[in-house]
């Protein structure tokens, strides 16, 4: 009888020790945006911009993840017009570069007026970059309806408006922003 009350106490001490290290879980969700050349110079392929993004859930709701950062931009071979100096003429430079960030999503309130849907939800970041004169702006949320339901999806706009990479790739841009819609997330 003593050997078990003392086997246990100990197991009692032992998951009063584990347990709040167990705070919630985390998955790791991306995005993949196709981005188009400008419409003056159609033989410069499609680059891609991934995001990546961290979810997580709480203990209380083991199933339920939510987005909460973004920590990666990743441009590979995006397209830039770059007008460069007023006798140089202009250029194109196809922008592949990899930026560790850590942006918090804020959720976005509910429409007025109305009740929210179960299991449905909207988060919004925007970042400026810190090396040149862009911004990128979006939304993740997750649908309740639609053939894809309780996938989360992202919708956005990236806007380069001055980028100098080099001395023959000055004044880069994406000449306006370019907008995705209801893309997928996926895991990584």
Known sequence: MRRALITGVIAMF??????PAAEGATRIRQVQIPITSPASTPSVPTGTLTLQFIFKNKRATKHKFTPRQLTRIDFAQVPLSCMNAPNEGGSQLLLTETLDVRVKLTKAPQPSGKRPKP??????FAYSFTGFVGTLRGTIDKPNHGDKRGVPRS????NIDDL????????CSTNGPKSWGGLPLTGV
């Open 164 to 171: 100098d990479a080099n001395p023959g790739h000055t004044n």
């Open 14 to 19: 032992a998951l009063a020790l584990i347990a």
């Open 155 to 158: 919708q956005g706009s990236l």
């Open 119 to 124: 299991e449905r939800y909207a988060f919004r």
